[in-house]
């Protein structure tokens, strides 16, 4: 319950800020033209707080925190008094009214890079990235990569860390090939190019480079006990700290997976597990506990093994002073307009598929676990929406920003708007579009809670 109302906070917070950053592009804009706003509004629905300003803007926040509005002065749908018709939306040039429009996602790529320059400026700590094993019969595999060895570029763009890795390989989905050169531990630097002809994203969990057989490095779990917890099946049956699994009824162990799958494989029986005590081994019998996960039940023991920690030679911190910090932000945040377009023509195509598509329950789940890793990756995670939202409003879509600056791109061409008729029609043919799009994101929000 905590994690839901935690999620949910976040989710607030962030569409909060973006929408607010969205509607207040459109309306500086508008000021600095001359147009007279009526309302400002972040969020839809009944107002939950309301402000009138002396000039007369309605300053309010909507009970439903899925969006938020600029209400202009429009002779087109109010009726203006001659003395205003110069505030009007409609009285203003293509290129006015082109640049209100267009400043609602530009606020937020302002905002993305803004927020990744606070980022940088803050640090962000990260791992190198290093192959740790290749998946058997994979396209990794396939193509030969050797391990242990780092990643220092796909397709000829650097790769920092794990993130870089995953944006640059979703960049390349539904090219033939895709490079990626290693460093191993031997400074010898290698190309392996990736067949990559029949890959396709259809586990949007799953990391791209997971998902090309690329498993990253792992500290070495070891079976030795760190860890017994009090009141567990573990400490009934006197097992300790420091205390090495050796046999779970008779079968040698030989890392933890395999440890840990036995466990959960017999929940609620009684089992016989081997450790080594002081050079001893000891044989216990022990009753497994069982609690049920995704409506199954598994088996637990109450211990955690040893993990070694990370080596330091794998961990850095990006983080850069006040000029080359806010340069990353720009660099990042073009990246991330790319990679949005490329990802939507990639929609178009069929080369991802729609179940790739994420509603607010995924965006929740994301702004909820970000925050609770710490500000710099909620940050990160802030600019991501932030870029996504500002290149979906520029889709030429009717009811989109986008298709706002189709219409007025006619209008600049021809001489004359687009007649009301066939707005409309676009309209309606837009919305329903957009609805559709939406019903899919929520279908596969609520598919994902429910596997």
């Not at 009526?38 to 969006?67: C, E, H, M, N």
């Not at 760190?226 to 030989?254: H, R």
């Not at 850069?320 to 929609?347: A, C, D, N, P, Y």
């Amino acid at each position: 319950m905590g994690s839901i109302v935690w999620s949910l906070g976040a989710f607030i917070v962030t569409l909060g800020i973006l929408v607010t950053f969205h509607e207040f592009g459109h309306f500086w804009v508008a000021r600095r033209c001359g147009v007279k706003v009526l309302t400002f509004s972040v969020g839809f629905g009944k107002p939950i707080w309301q402000r009138v300003a002396r000039d007369g803007t309605v300053y309010q926040v909507g009970l439903i925190p899925l969006g938020g509005y600029v209400r202009m002065l429009d002779e087109r749908v109010d009726t203006v008094a001659p003395e205003d018709r110069g505030l009007s939306f409609n009285s203003k040039t293509v290129a006015q009214r082109a640049a209100i429009v267009a400043a609602g996602p530009i606020a937020n790529f302002v905002l993305a890079i803004a927020v990744l320059w606070a980022m940088f400026l803050i640090g962000v700590p990260s791992v190198k990235p290093i192959i740790g094993q290749v998946a058997p019969n994979s396209i990794a595999a396939q193509a030969g990569i050797q391990t242990p060895s780092e990643i220092i570029a796909v397709n000829n763009s650097t790769t920092e860390d794990w993130q870089q890795v995953n944006l640059h390989l979703a960049a390349a989905l539904g090219n033939e090939v895709v490079t990626v050169q290693t460093r191993d531990t031997n400074n010898r630097l290698r190309d392996y190019p990736l067949d990559i002809r029949t890959w396709r994203l259809d586990d949007k969990q799953q990391p791209m480079y997971v998902a090309l057989g690329m498993q990253p490095f792992e500290p070495e779990v070891s079976l030795v006990l760190s860890y017994v917890a009090e009141n567990s099946p573990a400490a009934a049956a006197g097992i300790q700290v420091n205390d090495k699994i050796i046999a779970f009824n008779g079968t040698p162990l030989t890392d933890w997976p395999q440890t840990r799958d036995l466990i959960m494989q017999a929940a609620g029986e009684s089992v016989e597990i081997t450790v080594e005590r002081a050079g001893e081994m000891r044989t216990l019998e022990v009753t497994l506990g069982q609690r049920e996960v995704n409506e199954q039940q598994i088996g637990f023991l109450g211990v955690e093994p040893t993990v070694a920690p990370y080596p330091d030679e794998y961990r850095f911190t990006q983080q850069f002073g006040l000029i080359e910090g806010f340069t990353q932000g720009v660099h990042r945040t073009w990246e991330l307009m790319v990679l949005s377009v490329k990802m939507i023509g990639k929609l178009l195509i069929g080369t991802v598929s729609v179940s790739n598509l994420s509603g607010p329950v995924a965006i929740a789940e994301g702004a909820g676990a970000t925050a609770s890793y710490g500000l710099v990756y909620f940050l990160g995670f802030l600019a991501l929406i932030s870029v996504n939202l500002g290149i979906i409003n520029l889709v030429p879509l009717p009811i989109l920003d986008g298709g706002h600056l189709a219409f007025l791109a006619i209008e600049g061409a021809r001489g004359k708007p687009v007649s009301d008729g066939v707005q409309e029609v676009c309209y309606r043919i837009g919305g329903i579009l957009i609805f559709a799009l939406m019903a899919i994101a929520i279908s596969n929000d609520i598919l994902r809670l429910s596997q």
